[in-house]
């Protein structure tokens, strides 16, 4: 049996080779696929949630305040369900 895999590699590329730091800012729901790099990564909850961070298969929700690190090489992603519309 063949098996796919759903995850890709991100490489993160600093300019600082002092203090090697990237940082992004989400200031909207943006679903992040699984993916995995040699960087440690910190996410911070300012303010918002997001649902579903997934971190090596375990699932986590936010909200503002919420401190969840990602060890290097470790599997992870963002998902936000699509809401529904009510009508009017």
């Not at 992004?24 to 303010?47: C, F, G, M």
Request: hydrophobic share 35%.
């Amino acid at each position: 049996m063949k098996v796919k895999l759903m995850y890709y590699h991100e490489s993160i590329d600093s300019k600082s080779k002092i203090f090697p730091v990237k940082i992004i800012l989400h200031d909207k729901a943006v679903n992040v696929p699984k993916h995995w790099h040699r960087s440690l990564e910190i996410s911070y909850t300012y303010q918002g949630s997001i649902p579903d961070f997934t971190i090596a298969g375990k699932h986590y929700s936010t909200r503002p305040g919420t401190i969840l690190v990602v060890n290097s090489n470790e599997i992870h992603s963002v998902f936000f369900p699509k809401t529904k519309k009510t009508a009017r």
